[in-house]
């Protein structure tokens, strides 16, 4: 989904295509596009790409009130700050004491790994 996001295409949550059956006019009508056959298909945002990621992992994801890095609102993932450009579709994660560009995957890595040396 990074990958996807990360070069510009339509991003959706695995399995979300296969658990959707139908959707009725005012679903569609909501923002969502339809897809071939008529089957509905949400397109979503970096940020909430990140958030059903962070929610799939059991990790919080939430805005830190007042902090923000180069004009980007900070968020807390897990217990990792990240932000997030979305005009580039990339994601930073404060690493030790610098902004470093990471997957979705190595974010749930790094986050483990604080976990563990605070443990």
Do not use: C
């Amino acid at each position: 989904m990074m990958n996807q996001a990360a070069e510009g295409l339509e991003v959706v949550h695995p399995g979300f295509r296969e658990n959707i059956k139908t959707h009725s006019e005012p679903q569609a009508a909501k923002g969502q596009q339809l897809g071939s056959g008529g089957v509905g298909i949400v397109a979503m945002s970096l940020k909430e790409l990140i958030g059903v990621y962070a929610q799939d992992n059991d990790l919080l994801f939430m805005p830190i009130v007042g902090r923000m890095k180069d004009g980007h609102q900070v968020f807390r993932f897990g217990n990792i700050s990240v932000i997030i450009d979305s005009l580039n579709q990339k994601l930073f994660a404060q690493t030790e004491h610098r902004w470093s560009l990471v997957t979705l995957e190595q974010l749930v890595n790094l986050d483990k790994g604080w976990v563990l040396r605070r443990g």
